[in-house]
């Protein structure tokens, strides 16, 4: 991985109630891809991504189409724009009826409140840009925060009250044991070959 390091916060993918006030994030991660074909007009710059996850539940509050990346780095924030938006909810029968899906009630049989258990995958991404600069020893960091949490979250106390961020680090990469200027980019960011399990 080069030396970069992508530390990931993930708030949580529980199975508990939620109230429609909340935004309900259960997490996601931010990474970013380094274009290294020297025939393209964007060689060597950087674009970044972010993934959150959302209780897509009847009655819950949506996410905006576009966001900003806090970051340390060279050349600021990083606004980034929802490219897709998608149902992952879990393939399995609650109890004798059909399968959990976005936005409907819940699935015959099931006798639960709320039709717990529909996910949606939002994926946002930047524009290609340059960051020219070598990260320092502590690295480079880029955040996306959000306000507040479901209210009925079992191991934090007062989770509505508390925000969830994502983290990732860009840290130096030292070859030959000088580091190296991210302009022309060398790398992209660790990414999860596997999606998370959400059950």
């Not at 059909?98 to 049989?109: E, H, L, T």
Request: proline fraction near 9%; include cysteine; glycine fraction near 10%.
């Amino acid at each position: 991985m080069r030396k970069f390091v992508l530390i990931l916060l993930v708030a949580l993918f529980s199975a508990t109630g939620y109230e429609a006030s909340a935004t309900h994030t259960y997490g996601g991660e931010i990474t970013w891809i380094c274009d290294q074909d020297p025939n393209s007009p964007t060689f060597g710059q950087f674009r970044f991504f972010l993934y959150l996850f959302r209780d897509c539940s009847p009655n819950t509050a949506t996410l905006g189409n576009n966001y900003t990346i806090n970051t340390n780095a060279p050349g600021g924030n990083i606004p980034v724009t929802r490219i897709s938006q998608s149902d992952v909810s879990p393939t399995c029968a609650v109890g004798t009826g059909g399968n959990i899906v976005c936005g409907s009630a819940p699935p015959s049989g099931y006798t639960g409140t709320n039709g717990k258990g529909p996910i949606e995958l939002h994926v946002y991404q930047s524009t290609w840009r340059t960051m020219a600069g070598t990260p320092p020893a502590t690295g480079w960091q880029f955040t996306w925060s959000l306000c507040c949490r479901p209210t009925n979250v079992l191991n934090l106390t007062n989770s509505s009250g508390q925000q969830h961020t994502l983290r990732a680090f860009m840290y130096p990469y030292n070859p030959g044991g000088g580091a190296a200027s991210t302009s022309p980019c060398f790398d992209s960011s660790p990414t999860f070959l596997e999606p998370p399990s959400l059950i």
